[in-house]
């Protein structure tokens, strides 16, 4: 079990910056993956961004050269630096921690901050 806390989320400015976090309850270094996801209204949730066990990273093209997805072990946390936001990355962004135990998947979700970008 892992809870997962987000926070960071608020409105902006489009062309500026903004860096969700998202603390997890326990260490985070052996978690097969961590990643970001949002959805806005009316539409599916997407993937934003993901981080696995070993460093790799994959974005949605939406967001490559914009988005990066740095982690801090010792603080059990995860990040997302937002840059040139645009008003199409205007949603509840999720964190979600994928974890793999003996060939069973589990999923593990935080509650959602809000992203708005507006001018």
């Known amino acids: 079990q892992v809870q997962l806390v987000e926070s960071g989320g608020g409105l902006v400015q489009p062309g500026g910056s903004l860096r969700l976090s998202c603390a997890a309850s326990r260490s985070i270094f052996s978690i097969y993956a961590m990643g970001w996801y949002r959805q806005a209204p009316g539409k599916e949730r997407e993937l934003v961004a993901t981080?696995?066990?070993?460093?790799?990273?994959t974005y949605a093209d939406s967001v490559k050269g914009r988005f990066t997805i740095p982690r801090d072990n010792a603080k059990n946390t995860v990040y997302l630096q937002m840059n040139s936001l645009k008003p199409e990355d205007t949603a509840v962004y999720y964190c979600?921690?994928?974890?793999?135990?003996?060939?069973?998947?589990?999923?593990?979700w935080g509650q959602g901050t809000q992203v708005t970008v507006s001018s």
């Open positions: 979600n921690a994928h974890d793999l135990v003996l060939g069973v998947s589990y999923d593990y």
């Open positions: 981080i696995a066990r070993g460093g790799t990273t």
